[in-house]
């Protein structure tokens, strides 16, 4: 069976205007047989951290070999660095300004390679637009077969956002962030599945205990098991402890916002 190369498109664009489904008209005159899909246009304008975030969540989710393209891009027609990130089974291509920050911190061995060789880029290049004049074109000529090594020099020095992860004060509490709000208002913070395990491996005769804003707040497996409008928490399908309303909003109800604090412990 032929091998359908994939590019994700990951952008703070929005659908109003004709960007994204531009850079999809450029990747598409360079490989026609390439298939484009939307991960996300609709990043919080120049939330850079966001698209780390997000990208950082679901470019795994993906069949290997799948090129991944990040346009959150404040910065873009100064002299930061258009680079691509070459993983073990994937590919990132966006702007040098941390938004690979998730990605860095998840693998030992990884590739960041300065994107240099114009003749892969559009031919009449703008200042505003690096999406559709490198972005675009470098993906669609990898997805052709182009070796990562012939658009530029890998190089050791970018940026890094400081990503926090939570911390165990002690062996049997956890302390974490809200880095996400969804588009339901769910809060989805920095404790993952991993840790809720150590955690549940210490209880014995103890039990499982979730606090925000000083308030318990129960832990369920799904969202209709909440039976109450009050706020819930479960793990989500991405592995992270996400607090959620049934049906509801607990963003704006609970005025919860990035960066506040979340504990766990055995009690």
Same mark, same amino acid.
């Given at each position: 069976m032929q091998h359908i190369p994939i590019i994700t498109l990951t952008t703070d664009f929005g659908y109003r205007d004709p960007l994204g489904g531009i850079m999809k008209g450029v990747i598409l005159g360079i490989n026609p047989a390439v298939r484009i899909i939307d991960l996300t246009h609709e990043v919080n304008t120049f939330n850079v951290r966001e698209a780390a975030l997000i990208i950082g969540m679901g470019y795994t989710q993906f069949p290997r070999q799948t090129i991944h393209i990040v346009v959150t891009d404040p910065g873009v027609g100064s002299q930061r660095k258009p680079i691509l990130v070459k993983t073990e089974h994937y590919v990132l291509i966006g702007p040098d300004n941390g938004v690979?920050?998730?990605?860095?911190?998840?693998?030992?061995?990884?590739?960041?390679?300065?994107?240099?060789?114009?003749?892969?880029?559009?031919?009449?290049?703008?200042?505003?637009?690096?999406?559709r004049d490198i972005f675009a074109p470098v993906a669609a000529w990898l997805s052709r077969g182009i070796e990562v090594s012939k658009f530029g020099e890998e190089i050791t020095e970018y940026v890094r956002l400081p990503i926090p992860s939570p911390s165990m004060p002690t062996r049997t509490t956890?302390? $974490?962030?809200?880095? %996400?709000?969804?588009?339901? !208002?769910?809060?989805?913070?920095? /404790?993952?599945?991993?840790?809720? #395990?150590?955690?549940?491996?210490?209880?014995?005769?103890?039990?499982?205990?979730?606090?925000?804003?000083?308030?318990?707040?129960?832990?369920?497996?799904?969202?209709?098991?909440?039976?109450?409008? $009050?706020?819930?928490? %479960?793990?989500?399908?991405? !592995?992270?402890?996400?607090?959620? /309303?049934?049906?509801?909003?607990? #963003?704006?109800?609970?005025?919860?916002?990035?960066?506040?604090?979340?504990?766990?412990?055995?009690?």
């Open positions: 690979f920050s998730m990605v860095y911190n998840e693998h030992e061995q990884y590739r960041v390679i300065h994107l240099t060789e114009e003749h892969y880029f559009l031919r009449e290049r703008r200042t505003t637009f690096d999406g956890l302390e $974490g962030e809200v880095i %996400l709000i969804d588009h339901f !208002g769910n809060a989805i913070t920095n /404790i993952r599945s991993e840790g809720i #395990s150590m955690l549940r491996s210490t209880m014995a005769q103890g039990t499982l205990r979730i606090i925000m804003k000083g308030k318990r707040v129960p832990l369920k497996q799904y969202y209709s098991q909440a039976e109450d409008k $009050g706020l819930h928490a %479960l793990e989500n399908s991405m !592995g992270y402890l996400e607090l959620f /309303i049934y049906r509801g909003n607990a #963003s704006l109800e609970f005025n919860i916002k990035v960066g506040d604090t979340i504990g766990m412990m055995v009690v």
